[in-house]
C-alpha cells in the first residue's frame, strides 16, 4: 500500500499497517475513509479491524469514533449529512414541478461527485454492494434514504408517509438507483450520472414503450 509498511498481523489476526516513521497523522475525514478504503480492497473488510486504520492513520482509536461510530460506518462516508442535505433539495423543488422529477433531480444532487473522489466512490459502492458483513448496515441506510424520498411523496399527496405509494416510490427510486450503480461498477466507461439519468427518465415516462 502507498506510503504504508506492513507487518502481517497485529497480533490478533487482523491487518496491522504502521505508520512510516515521520509521516504526519491525518487531519480530515476523506484522508481516513480513503485509508480505510484502501484496506478494505486490499485485505478485505472483515480482517481489517478499527484499530488497523487507526495505525494507518496516525490517529488514536479516540480519534476515530469522533468520526465513525463503527467500522460499518466508514463505508457510508457522510451519508447521514447528504441525507439531509437531500431533504433541503427536495423541500426547495417548485411547487407545480412534477414529483418525480423532482426525485431525479435531487438524486442527481445527491450522488454528484467530484472526478477526483470518484476513483475513492467505486471503492465504497463495491464494498457496500458486495461485503457480506455490511449488508445488514446497508439495510438500515436504505431505510433511511427511502424514508427521505417517501416524506417528500406524502407531503405532496397530502397523505402519511407510511402509505402505499409513497412507500413505493421509495422502493421504486431505490432499486434504480441500485441497478445504475451495479451497471458503473460493471462497466468503467460509463458515467454514474449518466446512468441515474437515463434510468430515472425511464422510471418517469414508464417503461411500458421500452419493455413493449
Known amino acids: ?11 490478533s489476526g487482523g491487518v496491522s499497517p504502521l505508520r512510516r516513521a515521520g509521516r504526519r497523522p491525518v487531519t480530515s ?3 481516513i ?14 480482517h481489517t479491524t478499527v484499530d488497523d486504520v487507526a495505525i494507518a492513520a ?7 469514533f469522533r468520526y465513525y461510530a463503527s467500522k460499518n460506518d466508514v463505508a ?3 451519508f447521514d449529512e447528504q441525507l439531509v442535505r437531500m431533504r433541503a433539495v427536495l423541500a426547495a423543488q ?6 418525480l422529477e423532482g426525485i431525479r ?3 442527481l444532487e445527491f450522488n454528484h461527485v467530484e472526478p477526483a473522489e470518484q476513483p475513492w466512490h467505486r471503492r465504497r459502492l463495491r464494498l457496500i454492494l458486495g461485503t457480506p458483513a455490511l449488508q445488514a448496515h446497508s439495510t438500515l441506510r436504505y431505510a ?29 427510486c431505490l432499486g434504480v438507483c441500485l441497478a445504475a450503480y451495479e451497471r458503473w461498477l460493471a462497466d468503467d466507461g460509463t458515467e454514474l450520472s449518466e446512468l441515474l439519468d437515463s434510468v430515472f427518465r425511464s422510471l418517469i415516462g414508464g417503461w411500458s414503450a421500452d419493455l413493449g
Open 94 to 99: 417548485p411547487a407545480d414541478l412534477p414529483v
Open 105 to 107: 433531480r435531487a438524486v
Open 33 to 46: 475513509e480513503h485509508i480505510a478504503l484502501e484496506m478494505f480492497s486490499d485485505h478485505g473488510f472483515e
Open 144 to 172: 433511511a434514504w427511502r424514508e427521505v424520498v417517501a416524506d417528500h411523496v406524502a407531503q405532496r399527496r397530502g397523505e402519511p408517509a407510511s402509505a402505499l405509494v409513497p412507500q413505493s416510490v421509495g422502493h421504486a
Open 1 to 11: 500500500m502507498t506510503g504504508n509498511s506492513r507487518d502481517d498481523t497485529d497480533g
Open 76 to 78: 457510508w462516508g457522510a
Open 58 to 64: 496516525g490517529i488514536g482509536r479516540r480519534t476515530f
Open 29 to 31: 475525514r476523506y484522508e
